[in-house]
């Protein structure tokens, strides 16, 4: 019976720590490679209401009985770019596909982390830099070789209130741009009636986009920041006088709420709202951000893209890796699914789709004038400028912080975080 | 009992190593060496690297803590004194909340009143909710156009874009969010006084403050102890309430340390990793060095 008790706590205890380790091990097969053979792991960070219209291209790729199935692995975004070093680095579980922000490539090539696709693309004649938006399809080439494939190419824009413009301005959108001054004279009406003409939405997109309509660069060199100058000094002054003159929302407003409640004209927000936006009972249409000029060629708009990358990895052999680019490619061709989550996407297949060139979105592919506005802003330290805007740029564009402090501090936070980093030393 | 010296005969004989009291506690050590004891090793080595969380980490010595505490020149000066200073603020305003308010709520429902039970569990509630979750609620509370506060107290105030009503905001979303854990152990506290106290003191004629001063307080010491220092703990290490719920502003008035270090570390540009660890540890330091001042004070002393 002593025994037995004795025995019963050994193997109780053995017990515990064995479904211990068999958890973790679990765990890294829900998101690692190895597992089957002929499986291709594909990480993306859409786990939002995208996710469900990428698991449904996935599964009708899958349905084509590819050599390569395609197994979604789709994580938070922040919990995905955690875990890409530390994978990478443990050489084990390296995803066979991933999707990352444009923002990030130079990054990871600077980092020697990326495979190229130079060797294989012999064998896919359409995927090449005309099929795709120019854009997009340049981002991935870094230093003449192609780290990476777009997926989508996706913009911030401007929604805008069609009876509210009715009343205010009626011709504000023959062009197709509602210019900063045409905002100012609806900003002078609608104020008297309580209503909002331009709304104070995500900073980050819509300083970098006037920013680079008034000639500012982030670098000049690529590696050292340009950011405290007269081009800063004029985005900001801009957003000060609106805010001053009621021209748009108050400080704490939320100015997607409001706009969804017919208080707002104008609201710059990014294509991927349009989901929430169609919710509401407004009458809605989108258009280009906010400009200076009506001149479509001198226009910017703020993009970002999805591009599909290989990380190194070892047990990513030939066959696999041909596996993983037979997915891109038919991606190439099978992208409207993508465009019903409401993005854009990078192949040009898409404009001979007559659902598509009904969507919202598409103003900003179907005319290649259209195409050139669309700006991604791939300075290789982004992220640091970006971590700054949305830390104050709210503060400086309600004037609780001064521009010229702003500035300065932008230009020395991301300076001295630039000189942690080894990659430039090499 | 019996069984027990039987077994470690049998050890006994069989080796010298009695293995009984490994077996109790193997798994928790095990799991404390896992995930604590290694991770704050690799964390410390990581304090006096320059890393990027991809190539080798470069050692640096003490040179990243010269950086943070000494350079005035330095953004990560700079970051560390305001996230410092903001998270001692934060856990000053917060953590004496976070005390008397569970205190009074379990005062009140040991009386036992009405529906005391639904009452109980709808305080408790709220600890079970995910951060996010809570932030999003009180988001809407706090809006300024369309939040119920304003509305009810027809007030006009940006609750998180001004200060001190950032600070307010933060505590107020903190307290309902904690105070669940605290109001249970005073709970259970406050029903194993024994009863004769209290009514030696009523044949006294003692008042009900004094009962509570006298009595109530002073039989809970060691749980009051217990709960402040890890309140202190805890609160020491707020991130998510600030980060959603007022985004560190207005003009990085409620950036706690903790945003710092982890868009240092993890933020979407490189990592900046032996700084935000040295960081980290460096707060760790000040929260041992608190909880160990108040264990001071508040000890029995006998």
């Known amino acids: 019976m002593k025994k037995m008790s004795r025995l019963l706590l050994i193997l109780g205890t053995l017990g515990l720590v064995v479904s211990l380790f068999a958890g973790c091990g679990n765990s890294t097969k829900k998101t690692g490679a190895g597992g089957s053979k002929n499986e291709i792991t594909f990480w993306n960070p859409f786990t939002g209401p995208d996710g469900k219209n990428m698991q449904a291209m996935i599964d009708a790729y899958n349905k084509t009985n590819p050599e390569y199935k395609i197994k979604n692995v789709s994580l938070k975004e922040t919990d995905m770019y955690t875990k890409i070093p530390t994978v990478v680095n443990s050489k084990k579980n390296i995803p066979d596909v991933t999707i990352v922000h444009a923002e990030r490539l130079k990054q990871y090539k600077d980092n020697h982390m990326l495979t190229a696709y130079d060797d294989y693309l012999s064998d896919y004649p359409k995927m090449t830099g005309e099929n795709y938006v120019t854009e997009a399809w340049n981002i991935g080439n870094i230093e003449n070789k192609r780290y990476s494939i777009p997926l989508d190419i996706h913009t911030f824009g401007l929604y805008y209130n069609k009876d509210l413009v009715e009343k205010y301005l009626p011709n504000a959108l023959d062009d197709q741009i509602v210019t900063f001054d045409e905002i100012k004279e609806v900003g002078e009406k609608a104020q008297k009636e309580n209503i909002a003409s331009l709304g104070v939405s995500w900073v980050k997109p819509n300083y970098l986009s006037l920013y680079a309509q008034n000639g500012g660069e982030l670098s000049k060199d690529g590696t050292t920041p340009t950011l405290d100058n007269a081009a800063g000094k004029k985005t900001y002054k801009l957003w000060n006088n609106y805010v001053k003159e009621g021209y748009t929302t108050k400080d704490g407003e939320d100015a997607t709420q409001l706009f969804l409640t017919g208080k707002v004209v104008f609201l710059p927000e990014g294509i991927w709202m349009q989901n929430q936006i169609k919710q509401s009972k407004i009458n809605w249409g989108l258009t280009n951000a906010p400009q200076l000029s009506a001149d479509l060629s001198q226009a910017v708009n703020w993009s970002s893209s999805h591009q599909f990358v290989l990380f190194n990895s070892k047990e990513r052999n030939k066959a696999k890796t041909k596996g993983v680019i037979d997915f891109i490619d038919w991606v190439r061709d099978h992208s409207m699914e993508w465009a019903k989550s409401g993005q854009n996407p990078a192949s040009l297949s898409i404009l001979e789709n007559e659902e598509y060139k009904k969507m919202p979105q598409a103003i900003f592919l179907l005319d290649p004038e259209e195409q050139k506005t669309l700006k991604i802003f791939d300075y290789k330290y982004n992220g640091y400028v970006s971590e700054y805007l949305e830390a104050h740029g709210v503060d400086t564009i309600f004037g609780t912080e001064s521009i010229d402090d702003s500035l300065v501090n932008m230009q020395k936070e991301v300076t001295d975080k630039i000189a942690k980093d080894k990659t430039n030393n090499e | 009992m019996k069984a027990v010296t039987g077994v470690n005969k049998l050890t006994k004989k069989t080796s010298s190593i009695n293995i009984t009291p490994w077996l109790f506690i193997g798994p928790h050590l095990l799991i404390f060496l896992i995930f604590f004891l290694v991770p704050i090793g690799f964390g410390i080595y990581i304090s006096f690297t320059e890393w990027d969380l991809i190539s080798q980490p470069d050692f640096v010595g003490l040179a990243n803590y010269k950086e943070i505490l000494f350079n005035h020149d330095s953004i990560f000066y700079e970051q560390f004194q305001t996230g410092l200073k903001n998270t001692f603020l934060f856990v000053l305003f917060a953590v004496p909340f976070c005390i008397l308010v569970p205190?009074?709520?379990?005062?009140?429902?040991?009386?036992?009143?009405?529906?005391?039970?639904?009452?109980?569990?709808?305080?408790?509630?709220?600890?079970?909710?995910?951060?996010?979750?809570?932030?999003?609620?009180?988001?809407?509370?706090?809006?300024?156009?369309?939040?119920?506060?304003?509305?009810?107290?027809?007030?006009?105030?940006?609750?998180?874009?001004?200060?001190?009503?950032?600070?307010?905001?933060?505590?107020?979303?903190?307290?309902?969010?904690?105070?669940?854990?605290?109001?249970?152990?005073?709970?259970?506290?406050?029903?194993?006084?024994?009863?004769?106290?209290?009514?030696?003191?009523?044949?006294?004629?003692?008042?009900?403050?004094?009962?509570?001063?006298?009595?109530?307080?002073?039989?809970?010491?060691?749980?009051?102890?217990?709960?402040?220092?890890?309140?202190?703990?805890?609160?020491?290490?707020?991130?998510?309430?600030?980060?959603?719920?007022?985004?560190?502003?207005?003009t990085n008035s409620t950036r706690v340390l903790l945003m710092n270090i982890q868009q240092n570390a993890f933020g979407s540009g490189q990592s900046i990793a032996g700084i935000a660890s040295a960081m980290a540890i460096i707060l760790g330091v000040c929260i041992m060095a608190v909880a160990s001042l108040q264990f001071f004070f508040l000890r029995d002393k006998k």
């Open chain 2, 103 to 250: 205190l009074f709520l379990a005062t009140a429902l040991h009386a036992k009143p009405k529906f005391w039970k639904i009452f109980q569990s709808l305080f408790y509630m709220p600890s079970l909710f995910a951060i996010s979750a809570v932030v999003i609620i009180w988001k809407l509370m706090f809006d300024v156009t369309y939040g119920p506060i304003n509305h009810l107290f027809q007030l006009n105030t940006l609750w998180l874009r001004n200060q001190p009503y950032a600070w307010v905001s933060l505590v107020i979303v903190t307290v309902w969010w904690t105070i669940g854990g605290n109001m249970v152990i005073y709970q259970a506290a406050l029903n194993g006084i024994p009863k004769d106290y209290y009514e030696a003191a009523d044949i006294d004629g003692a008042s009900g403050m004094q009962k509570f001063l006298k009595i109530t307080l002073p039989s809970m010491k060691s749980q009051i102890l217990y709960t402040v220092v890890l309140t202190t703990i805890s609160q020491f290490n707020v991130y998510g309430q600030p980060l959603m719920l007022t985004g560190g502003g207005p």
